[in-house]
Each structure stands twice: as structure tokens, then as C-alpha cells.
Nanobody, 121 residues
Framework: QVQLVESGGGLVQPGGSLRLSCAAAGKISSIFVMGWYRQAPGKQRDLVASINDAGGKNYADSVKGRFTISRDNGKNTVYLQMDSLKPEDTAVYFC???????????????WGQGTQVTVSS
């Protein structure tokens, strides 16, 4: 089927930057929405940012002005540029692809395995 391959997580100091990447692999025809979610210890998984196939974007209020989401439709890849990182951004970040249509016309929703982002001195 479809697999989401994430990269770019790690440890960074407050005020630093990280760039997350997520590539969808498989027999994909189109993807309606790609996005990033995060889950901190003891908290629910929440949307960080999303981008649809036309380039429309949504951001959580907590990351507006600091994070930038983008996608490359030719590579079926979504990126999350994270600047001015804060300790509160520490979480496992999950990539999501929604309404993924494969080459046979079937739709699905897929999640990446998650990548740890830790913001600490």
C-alpha cells in the first residue's frame, strides 16, 4: 500500500531550527491533504499544520509565525520548517496523508511512524 517515511527529527536548543520531511511511497495517484501532528507525554495528538493539494495551509495557533509547512506534489513529500523552537514544542511528530488515492482509484489515510523532536538546553 502506502508508507510514509519521515526524517529530520532530533535534539535542538531553544531558539533553534529543524526541518522535518515526510515522503509518501507507493502506487499513489494523488493526496488531498498532508500534515503534521504532534503528541507530547500525557497529551493527545494534535494537528500542528496541514496543507492541501492546492497549497491551502492551516496552522495550530501555538506555531503560527514560527513553523512553515510546504509540499512537493511531484515527490509526494511534505515538509515542516520549524524555527524559533521552544521547549513546549517537544513531542513526537507524526506525518499524515489523508485521502490518498492509489493508481487503482482506492482511497486511504496513512500515518508515519513518528519522529522525536526535543527542544532543550
Amino acid at each position: 500500500q502506502v508508507q510514509l517515511v519521515e526524517s529530520g527529527g532530533g535534539l535542538v536548543q531553544p531558539g533553534g531550527s529543524l526541518r522535518l520531511s515526510c515522503a509518501a511511497a507507493g502506487k499513489i495517484s494523488s493526496i488531498f491533504v498532508m500534515g503534521w501532528y504532534r503528541q507530547a507525554p500525557g497529551k493527545q495528538r494534535d494537528l500542528v499544520a496541514s496543507i492541501n493539494d492546492a497549497g491551502g495551509k492551516n496552522y495550530a495557533d501555538s506555531v503560527k509565525g514560527r513553523f512553515t509547512i510546504s509540499r512537493d506534489n511531484g515527490k509526494n513529500t511534505v515538509y515542516l520548517q520549524m524555527d524559533s523552537l521552544k521547549p513546549e514544542d517537544t513531542a513526537v511528530y507524526f506525518c499524515n496523508a489523508d485521502r490518498v488515492r492509489d493508481t487503482l482509484g482506492y482511497f486511504g489515510n496513512y500515518w508515519g511512524q513518528g519522529t522525536q523532536v526535543t527542544v532543550s538546553s
